[in-house]
């Protein structure tokens, strides 16, 4: 049946709509999936590959991939056109190797073939999207779960007695592999000896372990205790720890001066480890020692490790905090402290979040520079301390003694201001203002300078002889002015003193006696005492309570002037004293009576400070009462005495350290405790402030609080930062220690990369085996020693490091441990055992390192001169651990072999093969020194020539040589001589390599 035209009508309009429809809702559908598909996909590439350096508006090459404007302009992205994009051209290879990333993995194939879809799907980008940093908010990886002691496998063979080799054997057998057998007894002692103290063992040793009658168990767990108890496991210890520390003894840098007292922190480290230290109280000791265990040396000395590594001397003294370089060099030093910390303890890569959101671990900017604040008001100096806590104990009691009578005396002083009124007031502050605007003219020879005393009580006196008695009406009395440890005017003139007259005939009087209250200092200004002609001869003025220098007390004077007839007659005159400096041009005691003084150059400011001084006194003198004369007297007194004592007790010594409180140098002050305002970074760029940082840590859960209380101050921050670290449920600290110390005994971590347990580190090889050392170490008492103990006597360890086709064939590289690893000598290990073999080595211990080098100092930054040192010279015959470690500048034949490099991190030493080593064991010239001293060494203890060598292989590699060895090395000392079979010896793989 037809329908009517108009229904016709109807029904045609309405399938033309619902088709309009349909394309329109097909259209929106295809727009929505090219939004969802750029923010799903597009984007987060983009924030993941490129936005750490294309982005805001330090973006590199003006290209910022956050908004489309910049993204789309001058052809980077041509929408419907991949080929004609250059943003492809960029970042596909081209020869093997992209444009972009710079300095990093190139993208995938995956991720290039997104991008050129979306391209050519049209580069939809949605209206007012903005490309923001990708966070990784997940803590799903293994080294954030908590800390759990998993069950020990039961596993039916008498191999795996410990549970070490329970977990160890467990793998091998999922992986179809299987343990090696036992390394022979020599082998072992070697091994051990090696691993436990760094040094060979002596043919003593390795006979009375071989000989031992015991059970082979028995007489190896002896072994382990004594190597154990032995104060050289300290020495070999602390070189780990030191690696990780990045420790030197200079700053390094382009002036790279030297630091002195960094030694200290590396014995502590030595002695930690010799004392078995809990490992909880040795981190707490090297964050904030000196606030959780107050008064003790440890307390001191442990923060050693927050200065530890490099430090820019340009940039902190020479430049202002206020200018951007003066800022960069802070920024940056603050994060050396928080990598190390962190890298150190928690074995996390937290400086990646410098310039933007960690990409792979859940670490933001807001939590690193949190990180930065917690060291906000730390630098690194010299900081003093006492060894003996009780000493340390009284010192602050007399120290608080003084603060309590200063302020005792601080408030007569306020109620003499205040009872003077408002006129005392003006005058002191018209004084102090003309005091302070005076202009003085210098003069070269400063005066007389007395020998530095020990305590401000010692007695000093300078004399002055005049050519003939004369009538004097005046003695004058000018101080010195020096801008050492910025004291400038008044400087070394005496708190107390008297001056004595003597005439021709001897006869002696008193002109002046400052017994009671101190002398106040008196600037520039001329201190005049007036006779009424009175003959004189000779003028002596003794000082009897000196004035402070640096942490010790000095008497110095610029003139001494005696008036006669209007004139000085002193010009000239002979000068005699206790004692003196003299140091030309500046300090020598002619330079007393010289006529030459530094001086006010403005007479009219001179006239107006005497009588404002005049007038000041006077207005003191009628407001002083006997009763406040008392109190003061009785503050001054009390004063006095608690410095007396303090200057009584036995010197503190000096560490560079972590400080808040040191002498100024320069532009570098210390800050007192104050925390320096930190700011998150835009971009990493100092000169890009964002919102202010709040103290605190990285987060180890998503509902972990991290951040501290801000009105924390530097103390409390930085304990707060310590009892984080060495919390019982951390879930990376005790498994960093337990990896890092597994990794020394065996070449390779259970986690292979000790310093990074993040995303792109690598993940454990035994993860439940790992997990129960972490929870046995912390809670069995955290000893390292009972940790080596438990390691070594494995049968883990003690597998013989022979090759097994079968097993290599599957586990090429061992990292599933069936069998023992080989491995080189460190460089230290190399150098001592040389010494050890030769005879030479001094087994001192502690105190400041040697030198491999000689020093030359210039202006601008020492010369550390390798190759005019003398490798004969004894007092470098000690164990490498104690030789000074310069950053610039490393020891050329200790670097041939691999040693760190103290500028960085060094959590894994490299080990190389290169010809150069051979070359440096050969001709070095320490190697041919210890050659000869080995030589001479072999001909004092045996007189032929077989026995000479027999004796070089036991002290070499703890074995007698083979007869067809032995035949072959006498004859080549036949023809070239002993020495130069040393030099041979010492390159033997058997020595080189431990197994």
């Known amino acids: 049946m037809l329908l009517p035209e108009t229904n016709r009508m109807a029904i045609w309009w309405m399938l033309l709509l619902i088709w309009v429809a349909s394309g329109l809702s097909i259209g929106r559908v295809e727009a929505e999936e090219a939004d969802d598909q750029f923010e799903l996909q597009i984007a987060p590439l983009l924030a993941r590959r490129c936005l750490s350096c294309h982005a805001g508006e330090t973006a590199k090459g003006g290209f910022s991939v956050q908004e489309s404007a910049a993204f789309f302009a001058d052809g980077f992205v041509e929408p419907g056109d991949s080929a004609a994009s250059h943003l492809l051209d960029l970042i596909s290879p081209e020869g093997g190797k992209a444009e972009m990333p710079k300095d990093a993995d190139p993208l995938t194939a995956a991720e290039i073939d997104a991008i050129a879809k979306w391209i050519d799907q049209g580069a939809t980008w949605p209206d007012g999207f903005m490309v923001e940093e990708a966070l990784v908010d997940n803590f799903d990886w293994w080294s954030f779960q908590p800390n759990s002691r998993p069950s020990i496998p039961q596993l039916d063979d008498p191999w ?83 690696d990780v520390a990045k420790y030197a003894d200079s700053n390094g840098y382009d002036k790279d001066k030297l630091r002195p007292n960094a030694w200290p922190y590396r014995d502590y480290v030595i002695r930690s480890f010799n004392e078995d230290k809990p490992y909880a109280r040795f981190v707490q000791e090297q964050i904030a020692g000196d606030v959780l265990f107050p008064g003790t040396a440890d307390g001191t000395l442990g923060l050693g490790f927050i200065a530890a590594g490099p430090w820019d001397f340009i940039g902190h003294v020479e430049v202002p905090e206020s200018k951007l370089d003066g800022k960069v060099a802070r920024n940056l030093d603050r994060d050396d402290m928080v990598s190390g910390a962190f890298n150190t303890f928690c074995s ?55 603060s309590k009578a200063k302020a005792q005396q601080k408030s007569v002083e306020d109620e003499l201001a205040a009872a003077g009124g408002t006129e005392l007031a003006e005058l002191t502050t018209q004084i102090n203002t003309l005091n302070k605007n005076l202009k003085p003219i210098k003069v070269v020879e400063h005066g007389y300078h007395s020998e530095i005393a020990a305590t401000e009580d010692s007695e000093k006196w300078v004399e002055v002889k005049l050519k003939s008695e004369v009538l004097a009406s005046r003695i004058v009395l000018h101080a010195c002015d020096d801008d050492f440890n910025k004291i400038g005017a008044g400087f070394g003139f005496p708190k107390r003193f008297k001056i004595e007259l003597f005439d021709d005939a001897g006869n002696r009087s008193i002109l002046h006696e400052v017994r009671e209250d101190d002398f106040p200092n008196p600037g520039l200004m001329p201190v005049e005492f007036a006779l009424e002609n009175q003959p004189v001869r000779r003028v002596r003025v003794t000082a009897t309570r000196l004035n402070e220098r640096k942490s010790d007390f000095h008497f110095a004077l610029a003139e001494l002037r005696v008036v006669s007839g209007g004139r000085n007659v002193a010009i000239g005159a002979t000068v005699d004293s206790l004692d003196s400096i003299e140091a030309p041009i500046r300090w020598r005691r002619q330079n007393l009576t010289d006529d030459k003084w530094p001086r006010i150059g403005d007479p009219e400011a001179t006239r107006r400070i005497a009588e404002a001084t005049r007038k000041r006194d006077a207005i003191l003198a009628a407001v002083t009462t006997p009763e406040l004369v008392a109190r003061r007297s009785d503050a001054k007194r009390k004063t006095a005495e608690a410095e007396s004592l303090l200057s009584s007790l036995p010197p503190q010594q000096t560490v560079y350290a972590a400080a808040t409180d040191f002498s100024s140098q320069g532009n570098f002050k210390p800050t007192g405790g104050k925390p320096r305002e930190v700011f998150v970074l835009h971009r990493g760029e100092v000169s890009l402030p964002g919102d202010p940082a709040v103290p605190g840590v990285i987060p180890l859960s998503s509902d972990s609080q991290w951040q501290f209380d801000a009105s924390l101050n530097e103390a409390e921050r930085r304990a707060k930062l310590a009892t984080w670290l060495t919390d019982r449920e951390h879930p990376l600290v005790w498994r960093s220690i337990v990896n890092r110390i597994w990794q020394y005994h065996f070449g390779q971590g259970i986690v292979a990369t000790p310093n990074d347990f993040g995303r792109m580190g690598a993940e454990p090889t035994h993860p439940e085996l790992l997990d129960w050392l972490a929870v046995e170490f912390r809670d069995g008492g955290q000893s390292m020693k009972t940790l080596h103990r438990m390691i070594v006597t494995s049968n883990t360890y003690q597998q013989t490091s022979a090759d097994n086709p079968a097993n290599s064939a599957i586990d090429g590289s061992n990292q599933f441990l069936w069998r023992a690893n080989r491995r080189r000598l460190s460089a230290e290990e190399l150098r001592d055992s040389i010494l050890s073999v030769s005879g030479t080595l001094d087994t001192t211990m502690g105190g400041p390192g040697f030198y491999l080098f000689a020093l030359s100092k210039t202006e601008h930054s020492p010369h550390f001169e390798y190759h005019k040192f003398d490798p004969s010279d004894e007092r470098s015959h000690r164990r490498s651990i104690y030789r000074f470690i310069a950053r610039s500048q490393p020891n050329p034949f200790l670097t041939t072999l691999d040693c760190a490099d103290s500028s960085q991190s060094t959590p894994r030493r490299n080990e190389t093969l290169t010809s150069l080593q051979a070359l440096s064991l050969m001709n070095n010239k320490f190697n041919l020194v210890m050659a000869e001293a080995f030589a001479k060494r072999l001909e004092l203890e045996s007189d032929n020539l077989p026995g000479q060598v027999e004796r070089a292989m036991r002290l070499l590699c703890q074995r007698v040589s083979t007869p067809a060895e032995r035949d072959e090395l006498v004859a080549y000392a036949d023809d070239h001589g002993l020495q130069n079979l040393c030099r041979i010896l010492f390159n033997l793989t058997e020595f080189v390599f431990v197994d």
Request: with cysteine.
């Open 160 to 242: 795996a007695r410990f549970p070490i080799d329970q977990f160890v054997l467990r793998t091998l057998k999922n992986k179809g592999l299987t343990y090696s057998p036992p390394a022979d007894r020599r082998t072992l002692i070697r091994r051990l000896t090696y691993d436990l103290i760094g040094l060979p063992p002596t043919p003593v040793e390795v006979e009375h372990y071989v000989s031992d009658p015991d059970s082979d168990e028995k007489a190896y767990e002896k072994l382990v205790d004594r190597l154990l108890e032995s104060e050289h496991y300290g020495e070999r210890w602390a070189r780990h720890w030191l």
């Open 348 to 402: 996390m890569t937290v400086q990646c979040a410098r310039c933007h959101n960690h990409k792979f671990d859940p670490i933001t900017q807001q939590q690193y520079y949190g990180m930065q604040a917690v060291f906000a008001a730390v630098d690194r100096a010299d900081r003093t301390f006492d060894a003996d806590p009780n000493v340390a104990q009284r010192r602050q009691q007399l120290r608080d003694q003084v």
